[in-house]
T-cell receptor
Framework: EAGVAQSPRYKIIEKRQSVAFWCNPI?????LYWYQQILGQGPKLLIQ????????DSQLPKDRFSAERLKGVDSTLKIQPAKLEDSAVYLC?????????????FGQGTRLTVV | DQQVKQNSPSLSVQEGRISILNCDYT??????FLWYKKYPAEGPTFLIS?????DKNEDGRFTVFLNKSAKHLSLHIVPSQPGDSAVYFC???????????FGTGTRLKVLA
């Protein structure tokens, strides 16, 4: 079974520039998550999708971050404009339909450095 | 407001001995708890979980204990192996949400 795919693996941008990350979840997984992991901290949930609808985006800085999940499969997370404090690893995860399993499976992440 | 806390940033254990990683939580609505392991430059990997209706779950060398009254859970690794060296994250899910809230992690080093 293929895992969660993310791209790019690494990205360096200047502050005030924009950046986008892509995620392809495990086939059949209805729930998709974007997490932000700042160095030395645990992953922080940014947004949770159920199919292509948003379940929770309470911690997404909506003035600069946006995310979409088209057709309930792939997802993109965008930052515009980026700030220095956005430097982090952005992790995408997916989980199976409810009742099948409850753990989330993570991709390798995208390491963003804002200079 | 840190709802899931891992108060030990690091832990060193001799190979073959027991590793005990601890996690405390504050939200009584959490009903499902998970442990993830993370190697450098990789995403977290699911290790073991426990529902709030249980107080123990075992999978090979890994056992998770849950003490609901103390809002505390622990992960025991017996025997510890050098390949277990990684960062371990505790996570909790509020009832009915399928949302995972993570602690700050504990870096385990198993010494050969």
């Amino acid at each position: 079974e293929a895992g969660v795919a993310q791209s790019p693996r690494y990205k360096i941008i200047e502050k005030r520039q924009s950046v986008a990350f892509w995620c392809n979840p495990i086939s059949g997984h209805a729930t998709l998550y974007w997490y932000q992991q700042i160095l030395g901290q645990g992953p922080k949930l940014l947004i949770q999708f159920q199919n292509n609808g948003v379940v929770d985006d309470s911690q997404l800085p909506k003035d600069r971050f946006s995310a979409e999940r088209l057709k309930g499969v792939d997802s993109t997370l965008k930052i515009q404009p980026a700030k220095l404090e956005d430097s982090a690893v952005y992790l995408c995860a997916s989980s199976p339909p409810r009742g099948v399993g409850t753990e989330a499976f993570f991709g390798q992440g995208t390491r963003l450095t804002v200079v | 407001d840190q709802q899931v806390k891992q108060n030990s940033p690091s832990l060193s254990v001799q190979e073959g001995r027991i590793s005990i990683l601890n996690c405390d939580y504050t939200n009584s609505m959490f009903d499902y708890f998970l442990w993830y392991k993370k190697y450098p430059a990789e995403g977290p990997t699911f290790l073991i979980s426990i529902s709030s209706i249980k107080d123990k779950n075992e999978d090979g060398r890994f056992t998770v204990f849950l003490n609901k009254s103390a809002k505390h859970l622990s992960l025991h690794i017996v025997p510890s192996q050098p390949g277990d060296s990684a960062v371990y994250f505790c996570a909790a899910s509020p009832s009915g949400t399928y949302k995972y809230i993570f602690g700050t992690g504990t870096r385990l080093k198993v010494l050969a």
